[in-house]
């Protein structure tokens, strides 16, 4: 009921939290003496029979009391909202960040439509729980009490009533909670499931349609909104049996109360105007815990949420990213007995990799798919750990956050490119707005590297939008956008994952073209795909199964007649 | 607000009209029960105060406890039935919309995010819920209160009927209104600041590579989605306001009726014309009828958020769909032509292509070559029936493909796309949705085929191991092998090969497509390609340039024309290679 991650955000901003409960209890205060006003009107109007121009008086102090306590909620619920937006923006922001500290290779395993929606609605419950049922909380506690202390010298009968039903409501949430909590969570588990499903299918409808099973994913949808639907009911009928209980509990004490009362006016041991003050106050004393009844299984949806977000924020960071800017000069990467395994896998992907890459020195890395290249690469960029061994930076661990802004040091162009939702010449810079200046400069490096001319069929050449919402490009035209980038930004490293794809032989001549001029320039470590490529390199690695067997010059490799050699007749057979 | 839209959303709703009338009526009664309530205990302890016999009393408390008991189970069956009639009609609309964009896609839908489908289909339609909650119910109980409170005063005190209507219709209509209208434009702003919030995420996520090389865009990226979401929550924030605002005037001018109607009755008291017991009454019935003006803004709201993503929907549901025939039609023959097929891209001017005839007759094997852009996909497309020409036809068998159902063709004709989808999903899933029947053994035999059987045996649950998000366990060039095990499933009298060798690793290329071209010997096998290699064994070569075709023939004949295209990118990959 009371979820400890969710409350420790409180603790962040406390005072927000502290005033809005001061004011709820002012605002009862007035409440009060509003109904005991109301209550002495209708006493000396019926039973006193004092006349409209003597009451008067009474009558705008009742009013006055009133404004005063519609302002105090007022102030009530900005700062109640108030909190929410703190907490809102400070989950959002940890959310956000953390999912670039955990890294690609941990994000590639989440489904983009299920962190969408715990990033958004997720967090989204938690205004309800924040707004209104944490308050609420608070405030059922707080105000029945103080409606006890003020009923009891008046009354002590009705308030013996209020006393021993007031705590049947929070015993039967409880009770309701426990049978709840499951299906609730289940509930958000299939919230998640329908999310991520319908993402995954309107994501895939081109597949679906071309295998001829598109159509009962119809069904499928039909059947999966509809156990959401049974889901949803079974979970909100508990909530409605809890709140119905509670009404139960609250009109009945009511009944009891008003009854008690009239019973004991009857026998003249009852004063009028306390009898009505009192069966005034009843409906408000049960209000608070009634609509905390209501927000109740709001909350058990805000607390599942959390449970997931929590579990998400609180993931242990494999990697840790200095984002310190420090500068150093690059003399080399050195591999030293590294091992790699990949979470939840038993085969080591990469065993006891040994090698170095000096500054001005470019390596090629060859092997059959699966040898375990792109791991080395993943390695090199620091995206993942390794399981044993270390790597090296001129010396130092990379991971020990002594070098600071590895990764930027590197144009990285990897096999599967990711093309942002802005145009062309804003990907190769990667922000968006460019100046003139820029533009003018990524213009020249297009024409350089053919890219201007493989995007021809662009409408509006470097300004087409592309990635999400735009136009799809393909794998030689986004190669080719990524070795403009390795121009513009002149960094003094090139990663490089060679495209696989068949390129048009004029976006071919074009990518070979830029990245021998990028190679004669720079520190490289490539995974080479292409033979024209290999022969460009001081060094080739030859990786089989997880191990590097070979090293040297290309010529040098296909004399010892191994595994270099096996590649290569392997390729032109 | 829009007539249509509304119209559109409530012809949603007639197949469960009664449910929803019975449902505003208990909720019109839920409040009238507890009015009852207190109105019963009001005259019971002024009657009381009198000190008459006890019997007396008896019928005031019993009518006390049946409304105390009424109220409570009244409000839950209200609140049962209509949840259950809004979820049933979500659920309808989910499959509506979903069947609407699988007969549209992809050619009607591009320029579409994926982020806004998926709002769409998920987040309009959860939003509408709010509509069949409340649009109908809660005006309906409104007016049922405003109706008995007004009766019930007429009786009594008829001059506090007046206060009643005036502050009920400032509580219930106006102010909600007003609320509205003041929250309108930042409301749509929360929506747009939720949209760029959701499409900066998708990308954020999927190009994170890419910024972690770039600290500062990653930065940047980072900053422009925190300036969305507190921008977001700023804008709640306002809104949050001002509906507090409305409801604490709700509040005070129910409390002001209350004292309003006091102020007018114990005149009446004093003059004998209202007995004294009914005072207390008046107020309380006053009071409690403003419960249902108190449910009113927000109601307001939701309900014109709702009708705002009624209209969303409402116009995917307007964009004109292509007439599908779902009946297996009879083929003659097993021929594809097309006629005089034209294609543009929606929403761009540029014609795609132009003026396509072309015949393939069954067991031929073609090529469409040319530079990327030609258009040698989007006529594949058009060939696999995805999209659909703008001018002229295209037939398969002697029936156009507007009278082909949309199974017959995909079973028919199987398609290798570039990038095909892998779903989340287990690997034997991913496999089956080729073809359901499938055996194990078959399964087994093309992972074999693909040389994919040994990498799934390393995978942790081998066949069952979910592939993660566009299969991202795999590696691009098993992600290709992996659709072309897709492909092995099927069993189509037409195979088109949209670059089959992309994506996969060198040392696969030869293999793959020599299992292709051998699997497809007896079928009708279209191939595009930029690889000019494997093209010498095919009937006929089409050459694309700018949307047009403008060379044909076999390799040898258009290897040997002086001044041919083919022949000049033919010699060009002969250097390279």
């Given amino acids: 009921m009371i979820n400890r991650n969710l409350i420790s955000e409180i603790q962040k901003t406390p005072r927000l939290f502290f005033v809005s409960v001061f004011l709820s209890v002012f605002s009862a205060f007035l409440l009060l003496w509003e109904y005991w006003l109301i209550a002495k009107i209708i006493q000396n109007a019926f039973l006193d029979n004092i006349g409209i121009k003597v009451l008067k008086p009474i009558f705008i102090q009742a009013v006055v009391v009133l404004t005063l306590r519609m302002i105090t909620d007022y102030f009530d619920d900005l700062y109640a909202q108030k909190l929410v937006g703190v907490i809102q923006k400070n989950v959002r922001s940890r959310i956000i960040q953390k999912v670039a500290l955990l890294g690609p290779s941990y994000m590639e395993k989440k489904q983009s439509g299920a962190m969408l929606s715990m990033l958004l609605d997720g967090v989204d419950t938690l205004e309800t729980y924040f707004r209104s049922y944490l308050p609420q909380l608070i405030k059922s506690l707080l105000i029945p009490t103080l409606f006890l202390l003020v009923v009891s010298p008046l009354d002590y009968i009705a308030s013996v009533i209020f006393f021993l039903t007031l705590p049947l409501i929070p015993f039967f949430m409880i009770l309701i909670g426990k049978w709840t909590k499951n299906a609730s969570e289940r509930q958000w588990r299939l919230i998640t499931q329908l999310s991520g499903y319908l993402q995954d299918v309107l994501r895939g409808l081109e597949t679906l349609v071309v295998l001829g099973r598109s159509e009962e994913q119809g069904n499928k949808i039909e059947a999966i909104s509809e156990a959401y639907r049974v889901s949803t009911l079974r979970v909100q009928r508990w909530a409605f049996i809890s709140s119905l209980a509670l009404e139960l509990i609250a009109t009945i004490s009511i009944a009891l109360v008003a009854v008690s009362l009239g019973l004991r006016l009857v026998s003249g041991e009852m004063n009028y105007q306390i009898a009505l003050f009192t069966l005034l106050l009843a409906p408000e004393y049960y209000k608070p815990m009634r609509s905390l009844g209501s927000y109740f299984h709001v909350s058990l949806d805000a607390e599942a949420a959390a449970t997931d977000i929590y579990a998400f924020l609180n993931v242990s960071e494999e990697l840790t990213l200095k984002i310190k800017d420090e500068s150093f000069s690059f003399s080399d990467l050195t591999f030293e007995n590294v091992s790699y395994r990949y979470p939840e896998t038993k085969v080591y992907a990469v065993q006891d990799i040994n090698f170095r890459l000096k500054a001005g020195e470019s390596l090629a890395m060859v092997g059959q798919s699966g040898s375990g290249k792109s791991t080395i690469m993943q390695l090199a960029l620091g995206l993942i750990k390794p399981t044993k061994g270390r790597i090296l930076i001129n010396g130092k661990d990379m991971h020990d956050g002594q070098i600071g802004h590895w990764q930027s040091r590197i144009s990285y162009v990897p096999q599967k490119p990711y093309l942002f939702g802005m145009s062309i010449s804003e990907n190769i810079a990667m922000e968006a707005n460019l100046d003139q200046t820029k533009k003018k400069r990524i213009e020249k490096l297009a024409q350089e590297t053919g890219l201007s001319e493989s995007i021809l069929n662009c409408p509006q050449g470097l300004d087409t939008l592309v990635g999400q919402g735009g136009i799809e490009l393909s794998g030689g035209q986004q190669e080719l956008l990524y070795l403009t980038r390795a121009f513009y930004e002149a960094r003094e490293i090139l990663f490089l994952d060679e495209v696989t794809d068949n390129l048009d032989i004029i976006s071919e001549q074009n990518v070979i073209n830029a990245l021998n001029n990028l190679l004669r320039k720079k520190t490289s470590l490539i995974i080479a795909h292409r033979l024209t490529t290999v022969e460009q390199v001081d060094r080739i690695l030859v990786f089989h199964e997880g191990h590097l067997v070979e090293q040297g010059k290309p010529g040098q490799l296909k004399a010892q007649k191994n595994y270099y050699y096996n590649l290569v007749k392997g390729e032109n057979s | ?577």
């Fill in chain 2, 1 to 577: 607000m829009n007539p249509q839209n509304v119209k559109w959303l409530f012809s949603l709703l007639k197949p469960y009209r009664g449910w929803v009338f019975l449902g505003a009526m208990l909720s019109g009664f839920t409040i009238c029960a507890n009015m009852g309530l207190l109105a019963t205990s009001a005259v019971l302890l002024s009657k009381a105060a009198l000190m008459p016999p006890l019997l007396w009393l008896m019928t005031l408390i019993t009518g006390v406890r049946f409304f105390g008991i009424a109220r409570a189970l009244l409000r839950y069956i209200e609140r049962l039935l209509n949840h259950s009639i809004a979820y049933r009609i979500l659920g309808g609309l989910r499959v509506r919309v979903y069947k609407k964009l699988e007969n549209l896609v992809p050619d009607r839908l591009i320029g579409y995010t994926e982020g806004m489908f998926y709002r769409r289909m998920l987040l309009d339609i959860e939003v509408l819920q709010y509509f069949y909650l409340r649009a109908v119910s809660l005006p309906l109980a409104f007016f049922m209160v405003l109706i008995c409170g007004a009766i019930f005063l007429s009786f009594f005190a008829h001059k506090a009927i007046i206060i009643l209507g005036v502050c009920m219709f400032l509580a219930g209509i106006v102010v909600p209104t007003v609320i509205r209208k003041s929250t309108r434009s930042a409301r749509g702003e929360s929506a747009q600041k939720r949209t760029q919030l959701s499409d900066t995420f998708l990308d954020y996520q999927h190009g994170l590579v890419d910024l972690l090389m770039h600290p500062k865009a990653l930065k940047n990226w980072q900053e422009k989605m925190n300036k969305y979401h507190t921008g977001l929550v700023d804008v709640q924030f306002f809104v949050g306001k001002l509906s507090s605002l409305g409801d604490r005037t709700i509040t005070f001018l129910s409390h002001l009726t209350m004292l309003g109607a006091l102020a007018v009755a114990v005149p009446l008291v004093q003059t004998g014309r209202l007995e004294g017991v009914y005072l207390a009454m008046v107020g309380m019935v006053v009071w409690v009828a403003f419960e249902a003006a108190e449910a009113m803004p927000k109601a307001i709201i939701q309900v014109g958020d709702s009708l705002q993503a009624g209209e969303e929907l409402r116009k995917i549901e307007e964009i004109e769909t292509p007439v599908r025939q779902a009946t297996e039609q009879k083929l003659s023959s097993r021929e594809i032509i097309l006629k005089d097929v034209s294609f543009q891209y929606h929403q761009k001017d540029e014609i795609f292509l132009s003026n396509i005839n072309l015949t393939v007759s069954q067991g031929e094997h073609i090529a469409f070559v040319g530079q990327s852009g030609s258009g040698k996909s989007s006529l594949a497309r058009l060939i696999a029936g995805l999209w659909q020409c703008d001018d002229g036809e295209i037939s398969y068998g002697g029936n156009a493909y507007t009278d082909l159902g949309r199974a017959q063709l995909a079973r028919e004709i199987a398609y290798l796309e570039q990038k095909s989808t892998i779903f989340h999903a287990t690997m034997r899933e991913n496999l089956l949705l080729a073809n359901p029947k499938a055996t194990i053994e078959q399964l087994e035999k093309v992972l074999k085929a693909v040389d994919l059987w040994d990498a799934v045996q390393l995978m942790p649950e081998k066949m069952e191991t979910i592939l993660a998000e566009d299969g991202s366990r795999l590696s691009g060039g098993q992600r290709q092998r992996l659709s072309i095990a897709r492909l092995l499933l099927k069993n189509p009298s037409v195979v088109i090969l949209d670059e089959p060798t992309q994506n996969l690793d060198q040392e696969y290329v030869t293999q793959m497509m020599s299992l292709l071209l051998n699997w497809s010997r007896d079928k009708t096998l279209i191939l595009i390609t930029h690889d000019l290699k494997f093209l010498q064994t095919l009937d006929s070569i089409y050459l694309l340039q700018h949307g047009k075709i403008i060379e044909t023939g076999s390799h040898h004949t258009l290897i040997n024309i002086p001044q041919g295209r083919y022949r000049k990118l033919y010699n060009i990959m002969k250097k390279q290679f």
